[in-house]
């Protein structure tokens, strides 16, 4: 909270509440169930209703909070959707907060913030009734715990992000490549947060269980059928379309979905972020051989949340999607906020005006493409297939 | 001057990559694009105009299985029913996943509820809820069949099950609204309901043609003859249906005599 005080912060809560008021104004739009919603919604009136699990193949977390959206608010779009919003606006937080933690300047987070608040992908994902947006949210405030030094706080919401989906684990990783870069000698940052989680998913399985299913099961079997199902999905398509695609074709925006043309709900990563992933990679790795803090979160996030996928790829030829992508961009957009403070701390160091003022124009000017490219792509602008096919 | 020169390099590259990105990227947006644009045009009811997109799209994308679920919906708009039913064969061929069989198990069964062939309508809709019976779309269609076989009591029961599955399936509010419409041919007091329903889908499909009818239908049995008027005019300024823009324009005129 330290770091949440005063009116310097006052862009990132105006940040907040463009996108919650963006968000909550799109909410209805399409009144219908979008792409893999249409199990989760089903399954969270199953929960109400106390018949049960309908895809025991996920943990119970996230879809316990669509239930309670359902519960509070009805079987709408606001009451399917309303707490993926509320847990995609804590995500931009929680990033934000993260790069103060790693010394990174105000406008240097601000900016970060901004990238990922109005990524494409993270918009759509964000506000839809999936377990993504709750898996993520928890590996970001783990990771700021993490930094933090709140060892236990940092598993037990590991623990929570695994109990929203499994891949919420990746988590464990980044603080595994944090301690093997920088800290190795203290032992306690590895092992208390990997503990507390473990303990926290297992117990907390047992009873998010009972609570939906009403009976008490072993977590273990629990997470082996969970893991075994995974393994046999082979393919799928939304309404007729194969969607599936492989992780290094999301790099170049392939296996886009379409979920609606209007308004417009097209799952592609922005092009801003997309176009500059390998880039920011690279300077991520020469900042990591630096042991630079910010550099080595961000390529730990990368390695975890995106080469993780590629590994069980190759190894399992398991269908992915490209909304996978969508855990990986608060890393991308971490890597891009430490090249531009980078980028600006060169040029002043430099003493050359003339170079800081063209530094600090080029950024802006990035950003504001980044916001033309959003109206464009985004449910809130005018649909792509209006634009492309009028007159 | 080296350090100028290896960011220049950097900065080439970043350009060149993103184009790359671009370009490889932008045949499939435009492909989306283009389905989106056919279905734009299978809303509108411009059916000749989406079956020469899809039809162009096949022919550059013979594979994709869902290029034929959409070329069977415009011959479905253009009442080609058999060629509809052969474009769900081929797709469900080339279906790769129990959704996709679904779906086109589904628009089969709205194919046979349209020629009349009711009984090979719900075996196809029963044949699609063993297969997938957690989805909402193949109850409310079971429900129309009940409904046009005049078995209200079955059509109304599929109707609640799609809607506590999928709270934002229309046509089981469609369905519903028909049933009670029905129902206030004898009892007035349900056309409300009815009118709740319509009410419902009009909610979810503003564009709904069909349902402005119905509604106008029971505002006007219900000597509500404002809000009829609107309704049919509706129907007209949409015009996605002729035929129901002409019965709205005698159902005008009708009300205007009786005023």
Not at chain 1, 239 to 266: A, D, M
Not at chain 2, 195 to 221: S, W
Request: with cysteine.
């Amino acid at each position: 909270m330290r770091y949440f005080s005063g009116s310097q912060n006052i862009g990132i809560l105006l940040l907040i509440f463009v996108f919650m008021g963006l968000q909550f104004f799109m909410l209805d739009r399409p009144y219908s169930l979008l792409g893999d919603e249409i199990y989760y919604v089903p399954e969270a009136k199953s929960i109400l209703n106390h018949n049960g699990l309908l895809h025991p193949e996920h943990p119970p977390l996230g879809k316990l909070f669509i239930t309670l959206g359902i519960r509070l608010f009805g079987d709408t779009p606001f009451g399917w959707r309303f707490f993926p919003v509320l847990f995609s606006s804590i995500s931009i937080l929680c990033l934000y907060l993260t790069c103060l933690r790693l010394n990174l300047p105000r406008w240097a987070g601000l900016a970060v913030a901004f990238l990922f608040a109005f990524e494409n992908l993270s918009f759509l994902t964000g506000s839809m009734a999936t377990l993504d947006v709750f898996m993520l949210t928890f590996m970001l405030a783990a990771l700021l715990a993490f930094l933090d030094r709140k060892l236990v706080l940092a598993g037990l919401l590991a623990g929570l992000a695994a109990l929203a989906k499994l891949p919420g684990v990746f988590v464990l990783g980044v603080f595994f490549l944090y301690w093997l870069v920088l800290e190795r000698e203290n032992w306690r940052l590895i092992i208390i947060p990997v503990f507390t989680s473990g303990i926290t998913f297992l117990g907390l399985m047992t009873l998010l269980d009972f609570v939906v299913a009403g009976v008490w099961q072993n977590p273990l079997i629990t997470v082996q059928n969970m893991l075994s199902f995974a393994a046999t999905l082979s393919s799928d398509e939304v309404f007729g379309i194969s969607i599936n695609s492989e992780p290094w074709e999301w790099l170049v925006n392939r296996g886009v979905i379409f979920y609606s043309y209007s308004p417009q709900r097209i799952a592609l990563v922005s092009y801003t972020v997309l176009c500059l992933v390998i880039p920011a990679v690279i300077y991520s790795i020469r900042g990591s051989f630096k042991k630079e803090k910010q550099a080595v979160i961000a390529l730990a996030w990368f390695a975890c949340t995106y080469l993780s996928w590629l590994v069980v790829s190759l190894i399992f030829h398991r269908l992915m999607y490209i909304w996978y992508f969508y855990p990986v961009v608060p890393g991308i957009c971490l890597a891009l906020g430490y090249g531009m403070q980078r980028f600006t701390g060169m040029a002043q160091d430099a003493g050359n005006h003339r170079l800081l003022i063209s530094v600090k124009t080029g950024v802006l000017l990035y950003l504001l493409v980044h916001l033309v490219l959003f109206i464009l792509l985004s449910p809130v602008g005018i649909p792509l297939v209006k634009w492309v096919y009028t007159g | 001057m080296k350090k100028k020169t290896a960011v220049m390099l950097f900065c080439g590259a970043v350009l060149i990559y993103s184009l790359i990105v671009i370009c490889l990227s932008w045949s499939e947006i435009r492909e989306g694009l283009a389905i989106g644009r056919g279905e734009e045009l299978l809303a509108k009811g411009q059916y000749e105009q989406a079956l020469t997109v899809f039809t162009i799209l096949i022919d550059s994308n013979p594979d994709s299985e869902k290029l034929y679920y959409n070329r069977a919906m415009a011959y479905l708009g253009l009442k080609q029913y058999e060629r509809a039913i052969s474009e769900c064969e081929i797709g469900m061929g080339k279906s790769n996943s129990i959704t996709s069989y679904y779906n086109y198990l589904n628009l089969q069964a709205i194919i046979y509820t349209q020629i009349g062939d009711y009984q090979r309508a719900g075996e196809i809709c029963a044949k699609a809820i063993s297969a997938v019976p957690h989805f909402a779309q193949a109850y409310s269609i079971r429900a129309s069949v009940y409904f046009y076989q005049r078995d209200y009591y079955h059509a109304l029961k599929d109707c609640e099950k799609a809607i506590q599955l999928d709270s934002s399936n229309t046509l089981a509010y469609k369905v519903k609204g028909w049933i009670h419409a029905k129902a206030g041919e004898i009892d007035k007091g349900e056309l409300e309901k009815a009118i709740e329903n319509f009410n419902r889908v009009i909610k979810l499909d503003p564009e709904d043609v069909n349902t402005y009818y119905n509604r106008g239908m029971a505002f006007y049995k219900e000597g509500k003859k404002e809000q009829a008027i609107a309704d049919f005019n509706r129907v007209i300024s949409i015009g996605t249906e002729p035929e129901l823009s002409q019965k709205s324009r005698e159902l005008l005129a009708l009300i205007e005599k009786e005023n």
